[in-house]
Protein backbone atom coordinates (compact mmCIF):
# COMPACT_ATOMS: atom_id res chain seq x y z
CA UNK A 1 0.00 0.00 0.00
CA UNK A 2 1.30 3.25 -0.59
CA UNK A 3 2.59 5.54 1.93
CA UNK A 4 0.53 8.88 1.40
CA UNK A 5 2.33 12.06 2.06
CA UNK A 6 1.12 15.38 3.16
CA UNK A 7 0.08 17.81 0.69
CA UNK A 8 2.71 20.50 0.40
CA UNK A 9 0.92 24.41 0.40
CA UNK A 10 3.13 27.93 -0.38
CA UNK A 11 2.61 30.21 2.17
CA UNK A 12 0.27 32.96 0.95
CA UNK A 13 3.28 35.43 -0.01
CA UNK A 14 4.90 33.13 -1.96
CA UNK A 15 2.41 32.57 -4.40
CA UNK A 16 2.48 36.47 -5.05
CA UNK A 17 5.82 35.99 -6.12
CA UNK A 18 5.58 34.82 -9.64
CA UNK A 19 2.51 37.93 -10.48
CA UNK A 20 4.76 40.28 -8.89
CA UNK A 21 8.23 39.14 -11.08
CA UNK A 22 6.13 39.65 -13.99
CA UNK A 23 4.31 42.84 -13.13
CA UNK A 24 7.84 44.33 -12.94
CA UNK A 25 9.03 42.86 -15.69
CA UNK A 26 6.50 44.26 -17.94
CA UNK A 27 6.93 47.60 -16.60
CA UNK A 28 10.70 47.68 -17.35
CA UNK A 29 9.93 46.30 -20.78
CA UNK A 30 7.95 49.34 -21.35
CA UNK A 31 10.60 51.57 -20.21
CA UNK A 32 13.56 52.91 -22.08
CA UNK A 33 15.71 53.26 -19.18
CA UNK A 34 16.09 50.40 -16.22
CA UNK A 35 16.92 53.16 -13.29
CA UNK A 36 13.96 52.86 -10.87
CA UNK A 37 11.79 56.12 -10.85
CA UNK A 38 12.55 58.05 -8.06
CA UNK A 39 9.82 58.80 -5.28
CA UNK A 40 7.81 62.48 -5.27
CA UNK A 41 9.58 64.45 -2.20
CA UNK A 42 7.71 64.45 0.66
CA UNK A 43 6.80 67.65 1.96
CA UNK A 44 8.20 68.87 5.30
CA UNK A 45 6.79 69.70 8.47
CA UNK A 46 5.69 73.24 8.96
CA UNK A 47 7.99 74.87 11.41
CA UNK A 48 5.87 75.74 14.97
CA UNK A 49 6.91 79.44 14.04
CA UNK A 50 7.15 81.24 10.70
CA UNK A 51 9.18 83.76 12.01
CA UNK A 52 11.29 85.61 15.46
CA UNK A 53 8.26 88.11 15.15
CA UNK A 54 5.69 85.40 15.93
CA UNK A 55 8.10 82.98 18.49
CA UNK A 56 9.04 86.18 20.87
CA UNK A 57 4.84 87.31 20.50
CA UNK A 58 3.73 83.38 21.46
CA UNK A 59 6.38 83.23 24.26
CA UNK A 60 6.14 86.36 26.12
CA UNK A 61 1.82 85.82 25.93
CA UNK A 62 3.13 82.60 27.84
CA UNK A 63 5.17 84.97 30.54
CA UNK A 64 2.56 87.34 30.71
CA UNK A 65 0.09 84.90 31.56
CA UNK A 66 2.36 83.43 34.14
CA UNK A 67 2.87 87.33 35.81
CA UNK A 68 -0.63 87.66 35.90
CA UNK A 69 -0.82 84.22 37.74
CA UNK A 70 1.96 85.07 39.90
CA UNK A 71 0.36 88.44 40.89
CA UNK A 72 -3.29 86.76 42.03
CA UNK A 73 -1.57 84.04 43.99
CA UNK A 74 0.49 87.20 45.56
CA UNK A 75 -2.76 88.85 46.20
CA UNK A 76 -3.97 86.26 48.15
CA UNK A 77 -1.43 85.50 50.29
CA UNK A 78 0.36 82.64 48.77
CA UNK A 79 -2.75 80.47 49.62
CA UNK A 80 -3.34 79.11 45.74
CA UNK A 81 0.13 78.20 44.47
CA UNK A 82 -1.43 75.78 41.89
CA UNK A 83 -2.13 79.02 39.83
CA UNK A 84 1.16 79.04 38.66
CA UNK A 85 1.76 75.73 37.67
CA UNK A 86 0.64 75.30 33.90
CA UNK A 87 3.20 77.98 33.08
CA UNK A 88 6.09 76.16 35.14
CA UNK A 89 8.99 73.34 34.73
CA UNK A 90 8.26 71.11 37.59
CA UNK A 91 11.49 72.59 39.16
CA UNK A 92 10.73 76.08 38.78
CA UNK A 93 7.38 75.65 39.99
CA UNK A 94 8.74 73.81 43.59
CA UNK A 95 10.99 76.70 43.75
CA UNK A 96 8.04 79.54 43.49
CA UNK A 97 5.65 77.50 45.60
CA UNK A 98 8.50 77.35 48.52
CA UNK A 99 8.34 81.19 48.16
CA UNK A 100 4.54 81.47 48.57
CA UNK A 101 4.49 79.36 51.18
CA UNK A 102 6.56 81.60 53.27
CA UNK A 103 4.51 84.20 52.28
CA UNK A 104 1.50 82.32 53.33
CA UNK A 105 3.15 81.54 56.64
CA UNK A 106 3.56 85.33 57.44
CA UNK A 107 0.22 86.40 56.65
CA UNK A 108 1.35 89.14 54.00
CA UNK A 109 -0.19 89.64 50.60
CA UNK A 110 0.96 92.33 47.82
CA UNK A 111 -1.03 94.28 45.76
CA UNK A 112 0.17 95.98 42.89
CA UNK A 113 2.30 93.04 41.22
CA UNK A 114 4.72 92.89 39.31
CA UNK A 115 4.75 93.75 35.01
CA UNK A 116 6.80 93.46 32.05
CA UNK A 117 7.52 96.41 30.66
CA UNK A 118 9.55 95.30 27.25
CA UNK A 119 10.89 91.97 25.74
CA UNK A 120 14.27 91.40 23.86
CA UNK A 121 14.72 88.07 21.55
CA UNK A 122 17.66 86.14 21.79
CA UNK A 123 17.24 83.06 19.99
CA UNK A 124 14.79 80.03 19.44
CA UNK A 125 15.32 76.49 18.66
CA UNK A 126 13.75 73.62 16.84
CA UNK A 127 14.67 70.45 17.82
CA UNK A 128 11.21 68.90 16.62
CA UNK A 129 9.23 70.80 13.66
CA UNK A 130 6.43 70.61 16.35
CA UNK A 131 8.56 71.94 19.46
CA UNK A 132 10.41 74.90 19.55
CA UNK A 133 12.25 76.96 21.99
CA UNK A 134 12.23 80.50 22.83
CA UNK A 135 15.20 82.40 24.73
CA UNK A 136 14.71 85.93 25.86
CA UNK A 137 15.25 89.34 27.96
CA UNK A 138 12.12 90.48 29.82
CA UNK A 139 12.40 93.51 31.57
CA UNK A 140 9.72 93.66 34.65
CA UNK A 141 9.12 96.60 37.30
CA UNK A 142 6.99 96.22 40.58
CA UNK A 143 6.00 99.86 40.26
CA UNK A 144 2.96 100.12 42.56
CA UNK A 145 3.42 97.61 44.31
CA UNK A 146 2.03 97.16 47.65
CA UNK A 147 2.96 94.92 50.62
CA UNK A 148 -0.23 94.16 53.22
CA UNK A 149 -0.58 92.85 56.41
CA UNK A 150 -2.95 90.15 57.90
CA UNK A 151 -4.96 92.85 58.24
CA UNK A 152 -4.65 94.13 54.60
CA UNK A 153 -3.18 97.28 55.57
CA UNK A 154 0.42 98.12 54.04
CA UNK A 155 2.96 97.29 56.63
CA UNK A 156 5.93 99.74 57.60
CA UNK A 157 8.44 98.66 54.85
CA UNK A 158 7.31 98.26 51.35
CA UNK A 159 9.63 96.63 48.81
CA UNK A 160 11.48 99.23 47.15
CA UNK A 161 10.34 99.54 42.98
CA UNK A 162 12.92 97.51 41.17
CA UNK A 163 13.05 97.65 37.30
CA UNK A 164 14.81 94.12 36.40
CA UNK A 165 15.66 92.10 33.69
CA UNK A 166 15.35 88.31 33.32
CA UNK A 167 16.64 85.81 30.86
CA UNK A 168 13.16 83.26 30.16
CA UNK A 169 13.53 79.96 28.47
CA UNK A 170 9.91 78.71 26.91
CA UNK A 171 9.74 75.67 25.18
CA UNK A 172 6.31 74.61 22.98
CA UNK A 173 5.49 70.87 22.62
CA UNK A 174 4.09 68.82 20.18
CA UNK A 175 0.63 68.60 22.61
CA UNK A 176 0.30 71.99 22.15
CA UNK A 177 1.54 73.01 25.81
CA UNK A 178 4.06 75.08 27.00
CA UNK A 179 6.69 75.78 29.56
CA UNK A 180 8.74 78.15 31.63
CA UNK A 181 11.91 76.58 31.59
CA UNK A 182 14.53 79.35 32.76
CA UNK A 183 13.79 82.64 34.49
CA UNK A 184 16.41 83.78 36.10
CA UNK A 185 17.39 87.51 36.91
CA UNK A 186 20.15 88.72 34.53
CA UNK A 187 20.24 92.27 35.63
CA UNK A 188 18.85 95.63 37.32
CA UNK A 189 17.96 98.09 34.83
CA UNK A 190 15.96 97.47 31.83
CA UNK A 191 18.28 96.47 29.50
CA UNK A 192 15.87 94.78 27.03
CA UNK A 193 16.36 98.63 25.17
CA UNK A 194 19.82 98.04 24.66
CA UNK A 195 21.43 96.12 21.80
Excluded: H
Excluded at 76 to 94: H, K, R, T
Excluded at 135 to 163: I, S
Excluded at 175 to 195: H, M, P, Y
Amino acid sequence: MPTLRPRQTRPPWLLALPTTAALLLSLTGCSDTTEIPQAEPTPSATPLFASEEEALEAATAVYEEYLAASNQVLEEGGSNPDLVAPYLSPEIFAEEAAGFQTLLSEGQSFTGGTRAIDFEFQQSSAPDPMEAEVQFYACVTNEGTVRLDRELEPTPEQPPTFVGTFEVIVQFFADSTSRIQLKEFWAEGNQCSVN
